[in-house]
């Protein structure tokens, strides 16, 4: 079946410093999508991309979507403490839509 | 608008009972899916209903079952509880599947003693 990877599992960093998390997967994603879990919290839905190649930015976060639609990063330029979080991609294989995959996730925390 | 809710929040059960999940989806979204989410496994897809009907399932066994209403409230259960299953189970709503964002509820926390 399809299987999603993130890298890194953990990723500590000063306030301050730039952060990036990497999601491949096994298979051609129709899209990706990006979440966002606070400590205690539940994931909360960040941005979708859809095109091949496209990038998306929000405020310091930069989304990418890989050529092959089979890889995407998330970029945080400058991370903040509210920052701190587990970061999941997670994709739709392009021949079943309706079953989305999440990679393991990237937990970032930031040292003030 | 509201926000999609389960009940109940936190609940603790014996090996081998038996328990039942819900989750209303927010208001004009028919797709419910169903994660389990452990420290060890990350989010775990179980099955998504879309109208009452079971679209997808994950590879859970058969001891894990859902179902959707007409009014696209869902539940899932959970029979002869085991140890392994205790996790936090997280229902999202969209409005249709695949190529739509989810919102997950806030989950309930099973914990099997």
């Known amino acids: 079946g399809q299987q999603v990877m993130q890298i890194p599992q953990y990723q500590h960093v000063q306030e301050g410093e730039d952060f990036t998390t990497y999601c491949n997967s096994s298979?051609?994603?129709?899209?990706i999508q990006w979440y966002k879990q606070r400590p205690g919290g539940h994931p909360v839905f960040l941005i979708q991309l859809v095109k091949s190649g496209e990038v998306k930015k929000q405020k310091r976060l930069t989304f990418q979507f890989g050529e092959a639609k089979k890889n995407s990063s998330l970029h945080i330029t400058a991370t903040q403490t509210t920052d701190v979080g587990t970061y999941f991609c997670a994709g739709p294989e392009s021949t079943n839509a309706g079953k989305s995959t999440f990679g393991d996730g990237t937990t970032l925390t930031v040292k003030p | 608008k509201a926000g999609v809710t389960q009940t109940p929040r936190y609940l603790i059960k014996t090996r081998g009972q038996q328990v039942t999940l819900s989750c209303s989806p927010i208001s004009g979204h028919r797709s419910v899916s169903w994660y389990q989410q452990t420290p060890g496994q990350g989010l775990q897809f179980l099955f998504e209903?879309?109208?009452?009907?079971?679209?997808n399932k994950g590879n859970f066994p058969g001891r894990f079952s859902g179902r959707q209403f007409s009014n696209s409230r869902s539940e899932m259960n959970v029979s002869t509880l085991e140890l392994g299953d205790s996790a936090l189970y997280l229902c999202?709503?969209?409005?249709?599947?695949?190529?739509?964002?989810?919102?997950f509820g806030p989950g309930t926390r099973l914990t099997v003693t």
């Open positions: 209903y879309f109208s009452e009907t079971q679209r």
């Open positions: 298979t051609t994603l129709s899209n």
């Open positions: 999202a709503s969209s409005l249709g599947t695949g190529l739509y964002e989810q919102y």
